[in-house]
């Protein structure tokens, strides 16, 4: 069956180090990959996109990179803080540009 | 630049009664997306229109739940007879055309089905 896996339910990371999230798929073959940011009670909102021929994409303190042959994304943030404490949503694009979205991860960043 | 607006923001229902929900996308944008979002779960699509036309609605569970988009800009999620189950986030999004680029969100519609 196909899946879409966010490596867990909620992360804990020390203000300053770099948090590293984790976005997995099995039987897919996406166009690319979008990363979101949603805060309780907001929509989502849009972070990063890469496609299946790029490796690596960064802005600012984000950085994603997308590993068509391990079937994974990985969303870094560095000198993390608690401000970036929220939940992340992958999402891929399938056919016809139809977009799957994960679970998400609650990300924590500790004082 | 105005966001994308739902209304209302929550409702709170019993079963078997209906309930409607009100999107307006970001001025221009052509596509338009429903989401359902159960608590802990993402989004997922129930349907997109591009323009007045739907493009996708496999997973609208049509026995129960429509949606027009009339005149292309503003949208209506409607459910009827509403299940405990449908106790969610509804919400709505748009691009300016198709899913290739940032799909824009609007804060959602929080419904509680008792």
Redesign the interface.
């Known amino acids: 069956s196909q899946k ?1 896996e966010q490596n867990s ?1 909620a992360l804990n990371i020390q203000e300053g180090k770099t948090a590293t999230l984790t976005c997995n798929y099995t039987n897919y073959s996406p166009a ?1 990959l ?1 990363w979101y940011r949603q805060d309780p ?6 972070l990063l ?1 890469i496609r299946e021929n790029e490796k690596e994409k960064r802005k600012e303190r984000l950085k994603v990179t997308f590993d068509t042959t391990l079937k994974q994304s990985l969303f870094h943030i560095t000198a993390s803080q608690p401000a970036d404490s929220a939940t992340y ?1 992958c ?1 891929l ?1 399938i056919r ?9 991860t609650r990300l924590h960043i500790l004082p | 630049e105005a966001g ?1 607006a739902q209304s209302p923001r929550y409702k709170i229902i019993e079963k078997r009664q209906s309930v409607a929900f009100w999107c307006n996308p970001i001025s221009g944008h052509a596509t338009l997306y429903w989401y359902q979002q159960i608590l ?6 129930l349907i997109q229109f591009q323009n007045n036309g739907v493009v ?1 609605d496999s997973q609208l569970p049509k026995d129960r739940f429509s949606a027009e988009r009339l005149k292309g800009v503003d949208s209506t999620l409607k459910i009827q007879p509403a299940k405990l189950e449908d106790s969610a986030v509804y ?1 709505c ?1 748009s691009t300016q055309q ?3 680029e ?7 519609t ?1 419904l509680l089905v008792l």
């Open positions: 879409i339910e690319y979008q009670g907001r929509g989502p909102v849009f996109l949503l999402a694009a016809d540009d139809k977009i799957i979205f994960g679970k998400g | 994308v802990g779960q993402g989004p997922k699509l996708d919400l999004a198709g899913s290739q940032t799909q824009y969100f609007g804060p959602g929080r």
